[in-house]
Every structure is written in structure tokens, then in C-alpha cells.
């Protein structure tokens, strides 16, 4: 079995609403992820992505359950967990080295100077921010500020990185471009990700492991899809890999058919033992999460059957 990074061991969240009716958004959730990992989530809206990402940065807490990274219970905040948000949420008054240095600073308190901003600048090079060291926040592209808040992220060299669709206000090109170059650190730097994100495409081209959550509230974790593709896959020849479209089309059918209906037609779903789909590997295998080996299956066919 994967060794598992990070285990999300039976969360839920709750809000208590008037007249004393509560809201369950999710309950017994279950998922893992290796070291060097990256995984995306998608669900839609109100399933409990933004929510699961928030507690596996201790920015909020389960209502029950636990959270494990690198054998350690999430309990709060902490600098081995670096968040890259929608907006870039810069610090205006401070420059592009300012910014990256605030951030090294408060995990290295006792370097000095030189050091940190030797440390700060490496993450700069590494976004391709050079000669932008002094810029402000308002001399930037919507872009620029995004690789900002990457070698922010990166620089205090986090076990894990989460990113709430840090794409998904820019424009397509800068999107592209910003997705080769998360894609080529995390490759280079054995980066550990979790991402949440609306765009199947983006998905396929950044993700290992693809986690489809159904429609909230009282959303489950329905599927684990393994990416198929070669992880030195590019952007300009994704579409002619020959699991590409039979691996967008199973996620585009989950999203738009069964998300909606996957909890009633599936009573004995098993939140512990969730169905790990290999595009092009049907037959037994040993789950990569989950605590017991089960079966996989090809879409389009009987769990447990061949094609």
C-alpha cells in the first residue's frame, strides 16, 4: 500500500443553522496522499472543497475526525503548510522581495539579513520574476502576482502546498504559462500539492490523483481517478495521448450526470473504501487509498468487470 503523507481520517463539518437544524456540508470523508503527490479536487459548488483545504491548513477545524500529515495531527496553522490563494493576497505596501522575505523571515527567525534575502531570491528566479525585486504589488500583472505568491509559498520550502484555484482569474495565457511553471517546480522539487479546481483540463494536465466529490451539502468522496498520462506529459500533446479523452469523459460524465444522483443510487457506498479508477487497467488491484485492497473498474462497465 502508498505510504500515506497526509491522511484525512473521517472529517466532517457542520454549521448549526436557525431553529436548530443543522447543516452537514460532508461527514466521514476519507482520503490520503503520497509524498510528492499531486492531487486536485473537483467537485461543484457548496461540496466542501474550499472547506476540506482550510482544514488541512488549520485555518478551520472539523467538526469531527483528524487530519495527519507526515504522522502529525493538524491542530492550527503552521509554516509546513503554505496556501496560495484565488486573489494573490500580497502585502501592497511591500515589494515583490519584500513579500518572499516577510514570509522566509517568520520561519527562519534567526537569519540574518543577507541570508534571507539570498534564500527570497532564489524563489524569484525560480517563478521568473528577476529584475522585478522592487516592484509593488500595483506595478504588477495579475500574473506576476501570482508567481509572487508561488515563490512566497515555495520559499519557506512547505511539506505541502494547497491552492484554491490560484488560476482562475487570470487570462488563458497567463494561466497556461502559470500551470507549466507550477507543474515544472513540483516536478523538480518533489513538491507534495493539494488544488482545488473547476477546470477538468487543468486537472488532467497537473494532477496524479483526481478526487470527485459529489453535490452538497452532505457532499461524499465518490471516486479516487489515477492519471493515466506520463507525468513528463506537455500541454501541446496531452489531447494525443490514447487515454486523454476516455479519462476527461469519465470526469465530465461524473460531474454532470452523476454527481447529482451518486448518493442515492449508491447506498453502500463506503467512504472508508472508496473506488480507485484506473482509465485502461481494468481488473483487481490494490487501492492507493482506503485501508483494504478492492476492486477497480473501467468506466462504462460493472465494478469488478473487465471491459
Not at 460532508?26 to 473537483?42: D, H, K, T, Y
Not at 493538524?74 to 509546513?80: F, K
Not at 479523452?245 to 442515492?264: C, E, M
Amino acid at each position: 500500500m502508498t505510504d500515506k503523507f497526509i491522511s484525512i481520517e473521517g472529517i466532517a463539518k457542520r454549521y448549526p443553522g436557525a431553529g436548530g437544524v443543522t447543516t452537514t456540508i460532508f461527514e466521514n470523508l476519507w482520503l490520503s496522499m503520497a509524498r510528492g503527490e499531486f492531487a486536485c479536487v473537483i467537485g461543484h459548488s457548496g461540496c466542501g472543497k474550499t472547506t476540506v483545504l482550510n482544514i488541512l491548513a488549520g485555518l478551520d477545524a472539523p467538526s469531527e475526525g483528524a487530519v495527519i500529515v507526515d504522522g502529525q495531527a493538524i491542530s492550527g496553522t503552521s509554516l509546513d503548510r503554505a496556501v496560495i490563494f484565488q486573489s494573490h493576497a500580497l502585502l501592497p505596501w511591500r515589494t515583490v522581495l519584500g513579500n518572499v522575505a516577510y514570509a522566509v523571515s517568520s520561519k527562519w527567525r534567526s537569519w540574518d539579513r543577507a541570508k534571507i534575502k539570498a534564500h527570497a531570491q532564489q524563489f524569484i528566479d525560480l517563478v521568473g520574476l528577476s529584475g522585478s525585486e522592487h516592484k509593488r504589488p500595483s506595478e504588477l500583472s495579475g500574473g506576476m502576482k501570482q508567481r509572487v505568491g508561488i515563490a512566497r509559498a515555495l520559499s519557506i520550502t512547505p511539506k505541502m502546498m494547497l491552492m484554491d484555484e490560484p488560476f482562475s482569474a487570470l487570462d488563458a495565457l497567463t494561466r497556461g504559462t502559470l500551470q507549466d511553471e507550477v507543474r515544472r517546480i513540483c516536478l523538480e522539487t518533489g513538491q507534495t500539492a493539494f488544488m482545488i479546481t473547476h477546470d477538468v483540463d487543468e486537472a488532467i494536465y497537473l494532477a496524479d490523483k483526481i478526487f470527485l466529490m459529489t453535490n452538497g451539502p452532505g457532499a461524499v468522496l465518490a471516486e479516487v481517478v489515477e492519471n493515466p498520462l506520463p507525468r513528463d506529459r506537455g500541454r501541446t500533446d496531452l489531447h494525443r495521448h490514447p487515454l486523454y479523452y476516455a479519462l476527461r469523459n469519465h470526469i465530465i460524465d461524473f460531474l454532470v450526470t452523476r454527481s447529482k444522483t451518486f448518493v442515492a443510487e449508491t447506498p453502500d457506498h463506503d467512504p472508508r473504501n472508496v473506488p480507485v479508477v484506473q482509465i485502461g487497467k481494468p481488473g483487481l488491484t490494490i487501492a492507493s487509498t482506503g485501508e483494504e485492497p478492492r476492486q477497480t473498474w473501467m468506466p462504462g462497465t460493472s465494478p469488478g468487470l473487465s471491459a
